[in-house]
């Protein structure tokens, strides 16, 4: 089994629906990530969680909302999509080693926002 | 300025010679950098990771750190068709990685 999941894996909505991106991980890490992904663009952070009870506001949060419901859920919301928010979203985890800290990346989410 | 910037590509190489693929990163605060392989439509996967001044081999692959030129360079030997992909670079500040754009590598069999 993979060691971090997304669901769904693809998703179409309509412009000013509420959808929730869910990510859920074994790998017993503290530290958890939101990324998206645009050609061109990059990876760029969007939320990002060092313990349940940790959030913060990575370089693109604005339309964006995240939940640390456990260790090993972090789930992320758009609270009413826009279609330029149509990307590839990713969720990843960390261990928080100093300098062997390495990130590990679930399978994605498609979103596409009409 | 980004924080990790790459050339974007493509990078052609034939198949069995070496791809070179180059990163710079802005902050000197760095202390781990990671090279990521990205399929099309897939999620990045781990290659390796330096922290060290100097070279670090695993395989076919070699990472070369200097942070006097705050320069990451990845080596790939004997290249496969199979090594076709988006290579990402990234940095950790400690607080936050930072990846670049990614320099798309196309091995030509």
């Known amino acids: 089994d993979a060691d971090v999941t997304q669901t769904p894996r693809n998703r179409i909505t309509k412009t000013g629906k509420r959808i929730m991106l869910e990510c859920s991980q074994t790998?017993?890490?503290?530290?958890m990530y939101w990324y998206r992904q645009d050609p061109g663009l990059g990876l760029r952070l969007i939320y990002y969680s060092f313990d349940v009870k940790d959030i913060n506001k990575g370089e693109i949060s604005d339309g964006y909302s995240v939940s640390r419901q456990a260790q090993a859920k972090f789930s992320l919301s758009l609270e009413s999509a826009i279609p330029n928010q149509t990307a590839l979203y990713f969720c990843a985890t960390s261990d928080g080693g100093r300098y062997q800290e390495t990130q590990y990346f679930g399978p994605g989410t498609r979103l596409l926002v009409l | 300025q980004k924080e990790v910037e790459q050339n974007s590509g493509p990078l052609s190489v034939p198949e069995g010679a070496i791809a070179s693929l180059n990163c710079t990163y802005s902050?000197?605060?760095?202390?781990?950098f990671f090279w990521y392989r990205q399929y099309s439509g897939k999620s990045p996967e781990l290659i390796m990771f330096i922290y060290s001044n100097g070279d670090k081999e695993d395989g076919r692959f070699t990472a070369q750190l200097n942070k006097a030129s705050q320069y990451v360079s990845l080596l790939i030997r004997d290249s496969q068709p199979s090594d076709s992909a988006t290579y990402l670079c990234a940095a950790n500040t400690g607080n936050q990685f930072y990846f670049g754009t990614g320099t798309s590598l196309t091995v030509i069999p």
């Open positions: 790998k017993g890490h503290d530290r």
């Open positions: 902050d000197r605060g760095s202390q781990s």
